[in-house]
């Protein structure tokens, strides 16, 4: 078992003008800093998958999709996860959703955060992944980083256009207790992962 968790900072969004840019490489940041674990940058971009049609989720049968295939191993190499979240009417990305769906066992048992973004600073769609990720088995952290209300117009491109930077004193406290808790829940559901093996 390796010392520190591996992480990955997720950028749930696809969209040319997306905003998610901008708080993944601030919470990456912030992430890197710390010590306590190795973080990357993992972009669906980066990961044209289909939308998921395999005969049954990968807990019951390998997936055949070579994209889907590649997913699961880029997701299965971390031991947790930092999830960059939009709010799209109430809930999550339709392609993180569909990111999600295409792996099963390699989320299984893991933990994860996230940092949302929007006019409410995404809470819903953060509570939205919490109930995804019960259903995957994974250990949601209690805190989350949102950037909502002000703040998220002061820094949104299309109104105040400022860095994360200027309103980092905000945000801070929630990531230092979000990043704390998933230090925590990646030690422990990696050390039980290792006696279960």
């Not at 708080?23 to 971009?45: N, S, T």
């Not at 905000?170 to 992962?193: C, G």
Request: hydrophobic content about 45%; aromatic content about 10%; overall charge negative.
């Amino acid at each position: 078992m390796h010392a520190k968790p591996r992480i990955a900072v997720i950028i749930g969004s696809t969209r040319p003008s997306r905003f998610a840019d901008g708080p993944a490489q601030w919470i990456l940041k912030q992430a890197q800093a710390r010590g306590d674990m190795d973080v990357e940058l993992v972009d669906l971009r980066d990961h044209p998958l289909p939308f998921f049609d395999e005969i049954a989720s990968n807990l019951w049968m390998p997936s055949k999709d070579p994209e889907a295939i590649r997913w699961q191993e880029t997701v299965g190499r971390y031991d947790g996860y930092i999830f960059v979240v939009a709010e799209y009417n109430h809930s999550i990305t339709g392609v993180l959703k569909n990111a999600l769906d295409q792996a099963y066992k390699e989320w299984n048992r893991k933990p994860f955060t996230a940092i949302g973004y929007g006019g409410t600073g995404a809470v819903r769609a953060i509570e939205h992944l919490r109930q995804i990720g019960v259903e995957l088995h994974m250990a949601s952290t209690h805190a989350a980083v949102h950037i909502g209300g002000a703040d998220f117009m002061a820094v949104h491109p299309a109104f105040g256009n400022k860095p994360i930077e200027e309103i980092e004193a905000n945000l801070l406290a929630s990531t230092q207790t979000a990043l704390d808790e998933l230090v925590w829940w990646s030690k422990a559901t990696m050390a039980a992962r290792a006696v279960a093996a």
